[in-house]
């Protein structure tokens, strides 16, 4: 534009597309439409909270008297989510492996991530249907349901954290004549083992959640307990299994810190137990 | 006492029709340094990866301890590469590992996988890495992860990695360009007491004239893909720098 013409229109910094506009307006007329629907009406929320509120009071004080099916419940979730953990963890390592296109020629990746995909591809509690179906109610098949949901994250994560490390470590370790497995030991595994610890952390966190609720489709656990709580409307006990899973939850944290500092700060046991702060970085920590 | 390494026509077109090394011939002494001098992207690099086939050649031998690499493959190929030790311009340590275990990666195509997955090295390779880390001027360093390091302390430890091979012929590639120029001296007598103490072939790239001259028994100069010097230090004269390089206000 020649300097000092006047523009015809004022300028914009910030073009808006008429295909962001008219997407906007669709949503804004489906959001409308679906409320109609779905015979929400601002009178039921209204009636809602105050049946809420009576609920709440009725949860209050928290009644621990059946403690012993409380412990039961809370252990077999426990139970549940570390082996279920544990196994997922360990079938997830080579899936995650093979499905890294760095590494593995096509032909092999595709299917370690097509596994892995299906694994990720329904919801624990879906999941968790299908084996109470097919191995009976239990703790069995919220083990089997919460493993297949542990291939399904770590295993997708794992492979993302390979096809990410540095080639040239990997190169110089190649370099050396080193066979392909002795290359991943010591050229691959080193870069993402902490990354894998941080994973793993996290499924076990994730699991100790899941686990609390896959009981309420049969598959074992404390979730079987809140459920039939809930509909004998025993409202006290319910609180008091809610307070658990949440002493649970904090309990798995600060099992998956302490995990975390043991491998990937390298703390000792008295560091551990002693508090302090995190293990001092190193000045030339690129990372 | 090694081989000599010959190379005979080599090619690499990272892009078909388009070479970035012609028709390389040249052969190296069994014993003694030799320096590729050249301008950045002339091929140096990619002459030395093509010898331990980081890089595939396009064409041509290179011949090595009876063997043609540019042909080997497989188990032949990974025994091929246990015997050549390569020192990188980046240092190319795996930074979450120790310098012990940084040490025995040289080790790794000697030992069985199942051997090296359980960190069971045989004793008499930890010694030698322990005596190697106190020639490096190391010796304490064993248990430090390499990412705690310094660049000087990293090449020493990339330069001990490969000893640990006890290669038959060595590679550098720009072993010193990341260094302060004190730092690359030190490194460079490092790799010429290798070459001597092992009598071993040491072939390097650099970027570095006065280094290149100071410490090498013969430089080849590249140019466009090309060697068009090939000589004793002494013979490499401003008029050849000037045909290597090109212009001449760099020279003074």
């Given at each position: ?287 | ?224 893909g090309r060697i068009v010097f090939d000589g004793p230090p002494q013979r490499l004269s401003d008029t050849t720098l000037k045909q290597i390089y090109g212009g001449e206000d760099w020279l003074h």
């Open positions: 534009m020649s300097e000092g013409a006047q523009p015809a229109i004022a300028p914009y910094a910030f073009p808006v597309s008429r295909a962001a506009r008219i997407m906007f307006a669709l949503l804004a007329i489906y959001f409308v439409y679906a409320l109609t629907q779905l015979d929400v009406s601002l009178e039921r929320v209204q009636q809602g909270i105050a049946h809420a509120g009576r609920f709440l009071g009725r949860m209050i004080p928290p009644n621990f008297a059946r403690s012993e099916l409380l412990w039961n419940g809370l252990a077999e979730s426990l139970q549940i989510a570390v082996l279920a953990s544990a196994l997922g963890i360990v079938l997830a390592l080579p899936f995650g492996l093979l499905g890294a296109r760095n590494l593995m020629p096509a032909w092999v990746s595709w299917p370690a991530r097509l596994v892995v995909v299906l694994a990720r591809s329904f919801h624990p509690v879906v999941v968790a249907i299908l084996f109470v179906k097919a191995v009976g109610f239990g703790a069995l098949a919220g083990i089997l349901a919460l493993t297949v949901a542990s291939i399904g994250f770590i295993g997708k994560l794992f492979t993302e954290a390979i096809e990410e490390v540095s080639i040239k470590e990997v190169e110089a370790v190649r370099a050396t004549g080193a066979p392909f497995t002795s290359v991943l030991a010591f050229g691959v595994l080193p870069q993402v083992f902490s990354r894998f610890i941080g994973f793993a952390t996290y499924q076990l966190d994730s699991n100790l959640r899941n686990s609390t609720m896959v009981g309420i489709v049969g598959a074992g656990g404390i979730g079987g307990t809140l459920f039939a709580a809930f509909q004998r409307f025993d409202y006290d006990f319910v609180s008091a299994i809610l307070i658990s899973i949440i002493a649970l939850i904090m309990a798995g944290e600060l099992l998956a810190t302490a995990v975390r500092r043991i491998f990937i700060d390298n703390a000792t046991l008295r560091q551990l137990f002693r508090g302090g702060g995190p293990a001092q970085h190193r000045p030339l920590d690129d990372d | 006492m090694s081989d000599a390494l010959i190379i005979r026509r080599l090619s690499k077109a990272y892009v078909p029709g388009k070479p970035v090394l012609h028709d390389i011939d040249v052969e190296i002494a069994a014993e003694g340094i030799t320096t590729i001098i050249g301008p950045s992207g002339t091929g140096k690099s990619t002459l030395i990866r093509c010898i331990n086939r980081l890089v595939e050649p396009s064409a041509g031998e290179i011949l090595f301890d009876g063997q043609d690499l540019a042909r080997a493959s497989g188990v032949a190929l990974r025994h091929a590469r246990r015997r050549i030790g390569m020192v990188f311009q980046e240092y190319n340590l795996v930074e979450r590992l120790t310098v012990m275990e940084n040490l025995l990666c040289g080790r790794l195509g000697y030992v069985s996988p199942w051997r090296a997955w359980r960190r069971k090295f045989p004793p008499i390779d930890i010694e030698r890495a322990l005596a190697l880390l106190d020639t490096v001027g190391l010796a304490g360093f064993a248990n430090r992860r390499a990412d705690a390091l310094s660049g000087g302390q990293r090449q020493r430890v990339g330069i001990a990695r490969a000893v640990m091979q006890q290669p038959r012929l060595m590679l550098a590639d720009e072993p010193t360009s990341s260094l302060d120029p004190k730092t690359s001296v030190e490194i460079m007598e490092l790799l010429a007491g290798v070459a001597r103490s092992h009598r071993i072939p040491v072939l390097i790239n650099m970027h570095d004239v006065a280094l290149a001259r100071r410490f090498a028994d013969r430089i080849l100069g590249m140019s466009g």
